[in-house]
């Protein structure tokens, strides 16, 4: 295959993967943005999505259809409800100091870990994709008779890929509005902005905590549940995410949105494209290189607001 199609299959691939991280990284951020929490445990929440969407899917059998439809929408509302538990049993009581919250979260990472290989056990579980049809996918290019499209062999992608990025676009679209243009929206916006005298107002910000530290694992849910039927569920599966997630939120901007969504897309699309032709360890190090250049030239992120 030449390069040029090559390096189109190498972009698809980089944007299912940034699809996935940016509801992941996203989840992160509105986690710290609103109560200033690094939660550790966050890949963990990852990780618990997509081992519940293969218990899910094998559980109720038939048409992969039909588990993944189930899973999809119980595993992050569970996820959630632990996560919102966690906080009215833990980090509540630690009043949300930033150096016990990250003891207690890297202690509640190893809790769901040897909990999750205790009940499932530790074998990798595959989960059959609701519908995976092999698509190929032209190439343009202009020759001794012009403008011309051919069909490269081996140039083609499966219509789940497709699926998990317009899935990920439309989970971005309602988080947006969710944020922007509900009440939900503008109470966790005052929190964040004044916790103090959001409480002041009535605002029970104890339940807004609650509720968006579920919301930031719903995320991380969603988007393993995503991702499963490409990869496979097992308990050590939460590193990596936790990694990128940390790297594109220090990118784009602690608790920054757009930022994160930038960020998530030029992490995503590199380590798409660089694993393609290089290896995913040149990827790794390349973001780790990213982090080190914003933390020395921009240290509040490309989106962040800088330190008054």
């Known amino acids: 295959m030449e390069f040029g ?56 059998g038939g ?8 899973a999809l929408v119980v595993a992050p509302l569970l996820v959630g409800l632990i996560a919102a538990t966690a906080d009215r049993v833990i980090l509540k009581h630690l009043k949300y100091d930033a150096d016990r919250t990250i003891v207690a979260t890297i202690g509640l990472l190893y809790i769901i870990q040897q909990t999750t290989l205790m009940t499932f056990g530790p074998d990798a579980r595959p989960v059959e994709p609701p519908f995976n049809h092999r698509l190929a996918l032209p190439w343009f290019e202009f020759g001794e008779s012009g403008f011309a499209m051919y069909w490269p062999w081996g140039l083609s992608t499966t219509s789940y890929k497709l699926f998990v990025i317009a899935a990920a676009a439309v989970v971005l679209v309602a988080l947006w509005l969710l944020i922007t243009r ?9 929190t964040q902005q004044d916790s103090e005298t959001a409480q002041a107002f009535g605002i029970p910000v104890g339940r807004v905590y609650s509720m968006v530290f579920g919301l930031g694992a719903g995320l991380a849910a969603l988007g393993a549940v995503l991702v499963v039927p490409i990869q496979q569920a097992h308990y050590l599966m939460g590193a990596d995410p936790l990694l990128l997630s940390f790297i594109v939120v220090i990118i784009g901007g602690l608790g920054s949105l757009p930022g994160t969504v930038v960020a998530a897309l030029l992490i995503g699309m590199s380590d798409g494209i660089i694993s393609v032709f290089f290896s995913p360890t040149v990827a790794k190090i390349l973001a780790t290189f990213l982090v080190a250049m914003v933390l020395v030239w921009r240290p509040q992120g490309l989106f962040g607001k800088p330190v008054t």
């Open 63 to 70: 048409h992969p259809a039909v588990g993944f439809l189930a």
């Open 182 to 190: 509900t009440k939900i929206g503008l109470i966790m916006r005052a």
């Open 5 to 60: 199609p090559h390096l189109m299959l190498a972009s698809l691939e980089g944007a299912v993967i940034a699809s996935v991280l940016v509801l992941t990284s996203m989840g992160l951020s509105i986690v710290f943005g609103v109560m200033r929490v690094v939660n550790v445990a966050h890949g963990e929440f990852y990780m618990l999505g997509a081992v519940l969407a293969w218990y899910l899917t094998s559980l109720l």
